[in-house]
């Protein structure tokens, strides 16, 4: 069974901090990995992909990969109020998407 | 990125009664689509995995003569709630990818609030 694991918070960080959220998964073979944001009553919405082991920076999101860990990590810089959601893990094998259960994420003006 | 689009958004029915709810893929072919419900302050669950012309797959537990879905082409996907009831009251949620690649991505419809009275 494929597993994405994510701490289900809420994690709290004051405005202008970074956010930090982290996410396992059960498959080494898993090649492809995702973050996306959920606002409350809203559908998903992608905001980061990384494929490769390393840092991956677009704007104020970085993502983490690291296979020999089956980690992966999101960065938020300088939160902002506006980034308070929920924050979804994916992991894509092939046609299956797995999810985890979301990280709620509190930006504490 | 690429455009999911799911309707309506929000509807409200009577129990008993019969809900279609849409999915398209504007600006690519979508060879795969998932539905997904979600309670509220609960995670996603997958409910099924459509491809196109071909039937849908279902998640263990979920009845598939009462959530029938049909991909009928690479852009169109809809899912009827039959026979409604206020249990079935939930955010109903479109997705669609492409190629089916590992590398591919995955776009989300804006969500459909099912209210049964």
């Known amino acids: 069974q494929k597993e994405v694991e994510q701490n289900s918070g809420p994690l709290s960080v004051p405005e202008g901090a970074i956010a930090s959220l982290n996410c396992t998964y059960s498959?080494?073979?898993?090649?492809?990995f995702f973050w996306y944001r959920q606002y409350s009553g809203k559908s998903p919405e992608l905001i980061m992909f990384i494929y490769s082991n390393g840092d991956k920076e677009d704007g104020r999101f970085t993502a983490q990969l690291n296979k020999a860990s089956q980690y992966v990590s999101l960065l938020i810089r300088d939160s902002q109020p506006s980034d308070s959601a929920t924050y979804l893990c994916a992991v894509n094998y092939g046609q299956n998407f797995v999810f985890g259960p979301g990280t709620r994420l509190s930006v504490l003006p | 990125g690429a455009v999911v689009s799911q309707h309506p958004s929000r509807v409200i029915c009577k129990s008993g009664t019969s809900v279609k709810i849409e999915c398209r893929s504007l600006?690519?072919?979508?060879?795969?689509m998932f539905w997904y419900r979600q309670f509220p302050k609960q995670s996603l669950m997958l409910m099924a995995t459509?491809?196109?012309?071909?039937?849908?797959?279902?998640e263990q537990g979920v009845e598939k003569d009462k959530f029938l879905i049909n991909h009928a082409s690479l852009t169109l996907s809809t899912l009827t709630v039959t026979s409604a009831h206020p249990e079935d009251s939930s955010f109903y949620i479109c997705s669609a990818t492409s190629s089916g690649s590992l590398n591919e991505k995955l776009f989300f419809g804006s969500g459909t609030q099912l209210s049964v009275l």
């Open positions: 498959d080494r073979g898993s090649q492809s």
């Open positions: 459509s491809n196109e012309g071909s039937k849908a797959t279902y």
């Open positions: 600006d690519f072919q979508a060879t795969t």
